[in-house]
């Protein structure tokens, strides 16, 4: 799985940034009353940085490991023969995971900028990249559940028909199988997608707070089709 590279904390960082304001010479030679009265310490520029990227590449790593494993699995199922010509639902959604998987596979990472050691800028690439880490690996997983469910269908209804080539005599006990099928597929919504996903995470006690929900998600999804 691709390593998410970050650059190190800024050394410069830790200096007081008063350091340059030391030792600068006055404009006019001030009163010893005045001097002390005027002398201030400059203010430090907010930090912007919140010395958490460290974590948010982490996280980038897991979703991206998540999303590999979820892909591998998908590439090593093997489909029964029947699926590559079948015309029913169950095949046909086999046929239609894998092409979606492969397809998502080859859609380009999330990019933005060129490398920067300036910590903010480094913050909010690391957000962007979390969130398309996120949506890669719930799409995966929806696939996966879908795959799933066909795979289930399938093995229902080969030890229904064993062995034997489908008949009219088949026709209404296939056909209840395939309205299991169909319930579950309905069942697989994005909000129970997402539970899922969180199950793992939480198991392994995973830093959440810049996931997006399944909300967002849904949204964004639907524009990238």
Known sequence: MPTVKTEDADMDAVRSPTDKFQHRPSLRQAAPHERDRNRTTPRSPPDMAD?????RAIRIAELMKD???IQKHLADVALPSAAETSTEEGFALMRQCKAQARALLR????????????EEKIKMQLK?????AAVRRF???????YLNAALRWAHAREIYLMGERPE???????SELQERLRMEIASITDVRVEAECRRKDAAEGRWLVEDPPASFISTYTGTQR
Do not use: C, T
């Not at 009219?168 to 296939?174: M, S, V």
């Open 168 to 174: 009219e005599r088949h026709a209404p006990d296939l």
């Open 128 to 132: 962007r990249i979390i969130v398309d």
């Open 139 to 145: 799409r995966a997983w929806k696939i996966y559940m």
């Open 67 to 69: 999303f590999h494993d």
């Open 107 to 118: 859609q380009p990472f999330e990019q933005n900028g060129k490398p920067s050691k300036d």
């Open 51 to 55: 010395g958490m990227n460290n974590v």
